[in-house]
T-cell receptor, first 117, second 112 residues
């Protein structure tokens, strides 16, 4: 079946512009995660959605970052007034509901490479 | 807080050599442990996992054992191939927050 898809695959933007990154999770997966992969910081958790629960936003680096998940499926990560330090690969992952006593595997998308000039 | 430390790369080996990539963790409670792999130009893929102490995860000839006494989850393979060249990430997830905490990644280069 189809995996996690992300768009665009590459995005170049000027400093100060807003960008939107999209994630389509695997059908039926209730949990969705955003991570960021950058040279200086490695792989960092950004935000987590699980069903209709309030999202865990504890990893968002500043209030310029926000994310939403509409209808429990597609998610959009928005970065306002982009800065050069926002340049990174933004990864989306999804998983099914956690079963008792185990942690559900997260399936990753190919990522969006964001370059802020 | 929770964290993962793994050996810095790059690790360069000849084909059929033995591989060890060290990974240690700091966590409260009993996290689940993972190795993810990122092949050139591809996304992150789960390689193996272990959910409790003394569990051994294995896949594609790779193995890692969850050692609670040493808080380690070292990745091993007895005979590497050129196709194993990739970046390997050790990660943990605790059972309350679900998010993955990653190590910095170790690049493996296998020469023919």
């Amino acid at each position: 079946g189809a995996g996690v898809s992300q768009s665009p695959s590459n995005k170049v933007t000027e400093k100060g512009k807003d960008v939107e990154l999209r994630c389509d999770p695997i059908s039926g997966h209730t949990a969705l995660y955003w991570y960021r992969q950058s040279l200086g910081q490695g792989l960092e958790f950004l935000i987590y959605f699980q069903g209709n629960s309030a999202p865990d936003k504890s990893g968002l680096p500043s209030d310029r970052f926000s994310a939403e998940r509409t209808g429990g499926s597609v998610s959009t990560l928005t970065i306002q007034r982009t800065q050069q330090e926002d340049s990174a690969v933004y990864l989306c992952a999804s998983s099914s509901r956690k079963t008792s006593g185990s942690v559900a595997e997260q399936y990753f998308g190919p990522g969006t490479r964001l370059t802020v000039t | 807080g929770n964290s993962v430390t793994q050996m810095e790369g790059p690790v360069t080996l000849s084909e059929e050599a033995f591989l060890t990539i060290n990974c240690t963790y700091t966590a409260t409670g009993y996290p689940s442990l993972f190795w993810y792999v990122q092949y050139p130009g591809e996304g992150l893929q789960l390689l193996l996992k272990a959910t409790k102490a003394d569990d051994k995860g294995s896949n594609k000839g790779f193995e890692a054992t969850y050692r609670k006494e040493t808080t380690s989850f070292h990745l091993e393979k007895g005979s590497v191939q050129v196709s194993d060249s990739a970046v390997y990430f050790c990660a943990l997830s605790d059972h309350s927050s679900y998010k993955l905490i990653f190590g910095s990644g170790t690049r493996l280069l296998v020469r023919p």
